[in-house]
Nanobody
Framework: QVQLVESGGGLVQAGGSLRLSCAAS????????MGWFRQAPGKQRVFVAA????????FYAVSVKGRFTISRDDAKSTVYLQMNSLKPEDTAVYYC?????????????????WGQGTQVTVSS
């Protein structure tokens, strides 16, 4: 079992930055691929970014590539999402997720563990 707790959300103006954190507890963090998803009101949960076990491979949604950076610190059992140049359309609840699978990482169904989410609101 893995418990995930997100933090770092908030209200920011367009063009600003936020860094989300997701602290994990439970089984060995380094054996998990970690992902970030987001869900806007009335919409489905969609993929944002993922990072593999070693941190050597990262994956991004087209909508955030070049603006967001995912990273992990295995010593702290934490995954981060640095979000720069934020836009109003980035407004959503952001969730971190964990999986030991290596395929289908852009789909929520590939992940076994989820955090409770953190709200990010970008004002225009």
């Amino acid at each position: 079992q893995v418990q995930l707790v997100e933090s770092g959300g908030g209200l920011v103006q367009a063009g600003g930055s936020l860094r989300l954190s997701c602290a994990a507890s439970g089984r060995t963090f380094s054996t998990y691929v970690m992902g970030w998803f987001r869900q806007a009101p009335g919409k489905q949960r969609v993929f944002v970014a993922a990072i593999d076990w070693s941190g050597g491979s990262t994956f991004y949604a087209v909508s955030v590539k070049g603006r967001f950076t995912i990273s992990r610190d295995d010593a702290k059992s934490t995954v981060y999402l640095q979000m720069n140049s934020l836009k109003p359309e980035d407004t959503a609840v952001y969730y971190c997720a964990a999986t030991q699978r290596s395929t289908g990482l852009t789909g929520p169904g590939a992940y076994d563990y989820w955090g409770q989410g953190t709200q990010v609101t970008v004002s225009s």
